[in-house]
C-alpha cells in the first residue's frame, strides 16, 4: 500500500513503462555514471524491481555503492516532440 500521495503520479508513470535507463555509478570510472537502457517491472509496493546479471557492470556498480537513478520518458507525450510539456518529478529532501 502507498501511504505517500506525492508518490502516486511517478508510480503511476513508471507502471505503465517497461524500459527506463538504469544508472549506477562506475566503478572502473572513478564515480562517473554508468547508464543502460534496461527493462524493469513495479512491486505491488511501488519499488521499481530490475533482474541483473551477477556479469553485469550495473551489479558491480552496485556492490559497491548502491545509489542508483532510473530515468522513464512518457511515450505518448515525447511522441509529439514536445518534451517542455511533459510532467516532471523531484524527490524533496527532507
Known amino acids: 500500500m502507498i501511504t505517500n500521495e506525492r508518490a502516486i503520479p ?9 524500459n527506463g535507463v538504469l544508472s549506477t555509478l562506475s ?3 572513478g564515480g562517473w555514471p554508468f547508464g ?15 533482474l541483473l546479471s551477477g556479469l553485469a557492470e ?3 556498480n552496485i556492490m559497491a555503492d548502491p545509489r542508483v537513478s ?8 515525447w511522441t509529439i516532440h514536445r518534451p517542455e510539456l511533459a510532467p516532471r518529478f523531484w524527490e524533496m529532501p527532507g
Request: hydrophobic content about 40%.
Open 70 to 77: 532510473l530515468f522513464c520518458r512518457i511515450h505518448q507525450l
Open 10 to 18: 511517478v508510480i503511476n508513470l513508471l507502471n505503465r513503462e517497461k
Open 36 to 50: 543502460s537502457l534496461t527493462p524493469f517491472a513495479m512491486t505491488a509496493e511501488g519499488d521499481p524491481m530490475f
Open 27 to 29: 566503478k572502473k570510472m
Open 58 to 60: 550495473h551489479t558491480h
